[in-house]
């Protein structure tokens, strides 16, 4: 069995909305997993939004419990931790390094195998051989300096928005958002069964 755990800041609209939604997708699939989520920064028990419970609620899926801080000992129970933004990505990894390998964005994840992946790769060896170059006080090349903002302007967004305080329809949009990429997890999770 693996074990899922999916990190946003409060745990109450969409991490509670991926573990939920996850849940129902491995059920339908036979997808063999347990899910979790947590928050970055919150404190344990809150409810899920308002909002974000109503959209679960028009997918027929039924919302988890109150809302849980991430904690070392989740970090270290999951096998594979997904988070909604590459803030929380780096968040997780500052508290618990020894979490890199099994830690991902959900989109991510779930585009793993896309060609998008290897511009990502690009994109970040440019920016961490900008980085070196500004420490030592050197320019990065133009041509690489032109690449590199090439490739920013093509790369998707790899974060998930927060729909916090905001309409249903918001929540409605990220919780598809967040289903686009779920849907794409479990195929990959299933490929590797």
């Given at each position: ?96 390094p020894e979490a890199e390998i099994k830690t991902y964005t959900l989109k991510e ?14 994109a970040e060896r440019l920016f961490a051989d900008w980085q070196l170059k500004r ?22 967004s790899f974060d998930i928005a927060d729909p916090y305080g905001g309409p249903l ?25």
């Open positions: 069995m693996r074990k899922i755990l999916l990190v946003c800041t409060g745990n109450t609209c969409r991490s509670p909305m991926a573990e939920a939604m996850l849940r129902s997708l491995a059920e339908e699939s036979g997808l063999d997993v347990e899910v979790r989520s947590a928050g970055v920064s919150t404190v344990n028990g809150l409810p899920v939004s308002p909002n974000a419970a109503e959209a679960l609620r028009r997918r027929g899926v039924e919302k988890p419990a109150g809302s849980a801080s991430l904690t070392g000992e989740e970090t270290d129970w999951a096998d594979l931790i997904l988070t909604m933004t590459g803030s929380h990505k780096r968040a997780v990894l500052e508290r618990y994840f779930a585009l793993q195998d896309d060609p998008v992946m290897d511009d990502l790769l690009e420490a030592l006080g050197e320019e990065l090349p133009a041509k690489d300096r032109a690449r590199l903002a090439e490739l920013q302007r093509r790369l998707p329809e918001v929540y409605e949009r990220c919780a598809d958002e967040i289903m686009d990429a779920l849907k794409r997890t479990v195929g990959k999770l299933r490929e590797a069964e």
